[in-house]
């Protein structure tokens, strides 16, 4: 059974982690359309930390 993943020294919630990779990979946008997204909901992130 595999470890469950660990977001210990990660600066963002894993929530939000999530959220952002789901964003990225379910849909056809770009990390800059992520990084939009996430602004519109509060949640201040560059498209660098996404990518």
Known sequence: MPKPV???RH???AEIIAHAVWLYFR???S???VE?????WG???S?????
């Open 27 to 29: 849909f056809p946008l």
């Open 43 to 45: 949640i201040v992130v």
């Open 11 to 13: 600066r963002f919630p």
């Open 6 to 8: 660990s977001y210990k």
């Open 47 to 51: 498209y660098e930390t996404i990518r």
């Open 31 to 33: 990390l800059r359309l």
């Open 36 to 40: 939009e997204m996430l602004l519109e």
